[in-house]
Structures are given as C-alpha cells and as structure tokens.
C-alpha cells in the first residue's frame, strides 16, 4: 500500500539559513507525483512543489526545490535562505495511479513537520 | 475571487443541527475533493468529483452528504455530527482525473473549522 513518512515531527532552522525537511515514500506503482505542501496556523494548504516520478530533474520553486532520491524513495524539500514566514505545518503528498489503469485522484499525505523559524 | 473559496470559515453546530459547506473554484478545474483534518491524524480523503460525477467515497459516515452541482461548486451537507466531526474541512481542485494518470496538482481552500457541541 501506499504511504507517506515525515520522521521529523518539529524542526527549528534560524532564519536565512536553510532547511532539509525529510520525506520518505513506499509504493509499487511506477508512475506517480510527490507535492509539498505548506500549512500556515490559517489553515489554508499551499500547494509549493511537484516532483512526477518520471523526471530526471530535481524540481525548483523559487526558495523551494525537492531532492528527489527515487532509489532510495526519498523526495526531501529543501527551503533555502529560510525567512520567519516560512514558519508553518510542511505537508509530503504523493498521487498515484491504480494499477488497473484507473485513477481515483487520491493524494497521500504524510503526518507533517511543523517548521519553526528562529529571528 | 481567485483560487478555491471556502464558507463558512469557522462554524458550530450542535449534534442536532443541519448544515452545509460551500466550497467554489475559480481556477477552471474539473474535479472537486473534500478532506478532513483532524488534530494529530494525516489529511483524510473524503469525496472526489470528476466533471461533477462523484468517483470516490472513502468509507464515509452517511451524516456527511456531498453535492456537485457544477464543476466550480461543491457542497458537504451536514446532519447529526458527532463531536470527533469536528476537525478542519478542506476542499480542493485539479484538472480532471484521467483513467490511468496521475493526479494533477491539487489547489486548497482556507479550509472551514468546525466544532461540534
């Protein structure tokens, strides 16, 4: 089955450093999506980053670019330059379509890494 | 208004009451999600439209009662919540799903809060 794992349940970074936020995924599909997403204490889920499992390009968005280890399973993102906005719930989320061809659309997310920026 | 738009963004009920939850897409997507968040637990899928055909079910209560009248508007109608109801209520957007394809990105509402007494 597909999961999502985030081991890092809080992390502190001082600002203007930056930060690895770890994401680890398990599936037996070989197509497939990684997204971050960013959580503020709003509530809204904002979409930062998409990596498809079949590019050879590790993505960038700006600050935010994903490490991409596909053998190893990993899809860590990477905040450069972290600033104190950047303090919020970082969520890993992976799609993927089911075996017999069909999609349901599902994302799976992990359990989230709260990121607390230092002044 | 741009992006997915959620109302209310805060809302109590009691276990009695009848409510909805409105969710509107400006983006020009075509397939519509709710999830839960509860405290401490991952996004939980609820329901998926796809050009306003539900696809998914995820084993949800009967109490919550979706509806897609059209591709920019879905609603989660409640009745008879339970207090663990209560949890932040996200929609989301994508272009539509194809059979065999991966999930588009998903774009978020603000989410609405609800408390169940």
């Known amino acids: 089955a597909q999961k999502i794992t985030q081991t890092q349940p809080g992390m502190f970074v001082q600002e203007k450093e930056a930060v690895t936020l770890d994401c680890t995924y398990d599936?037996?599909?070989?197509?497939?999506?990684l997204f971050w997403y960013k959580q503020p204490s709003s509530g809204e889920m904002i979409f930062l980053i998409y990596?498809?499992?079949?590019?050879?390009q590790n993505a960038t968005e700006g600050r935010y670019s994903l490490n991409f280890q596909k053998a190893r399973k990993s899809a860590n993102l990477v905040i450069s330059a972290s600033q104190l906005g950047d303090s919020a719930m970082y969520f890993c989320a992976m799609s993927y379509a089911w075996a017999d061809g069909g999609s349901q659309g599902n994302l799976i997310f992990g359990k989230g890494t709260k990121l607390s920026v230092k002044p | 208004e741009t992006g997915v738009t959620q109302t209310p963004r805060h809302l109590v009920m009691g276990m009695t009451n009848k409510k909805s939850l409105k969710c509107e897409q400006h983006?020009?997507?075509?397939?519509m999600y709710w999830y839960k968040q509860s405290a401490k637990k991952p996004l939980e899928l609820m329901f998926v439209?796809?050009?306003?055909?539900?696809?998914e079910n995820n084993s949800v209560p009967s109490r919550f009662s979706p509806e897609c009248p059209n591709s920019s508007h879905l609603f989660l109608h409640l009745h008879t919540l339970q207090p663990e109801d209560s949890a932040l209520y996200l929609c989301?957007?994508?272009?539509?799903?194809?059979?065999?394809?991966?999930?588009?990105?998903?774009?978020f509402g603000p989410g609405t809060r609800l408390t169940v007494l």
């Open positions: 439209y796809n050009f306003k055909e539900q696809t």
């Open positions: 983006l020009g997507h075509n397939a």
């Open positions: 599936t037996s599909d070989q197509s497939y999506g």
């Open positions: 990596q498809g499992s079949y590019d050879e």
């Open positions: 989301a957007s994508s272009q539509p799903i194809t059979a065999g394809g991966v999930t588009d990105t998903q774009y």
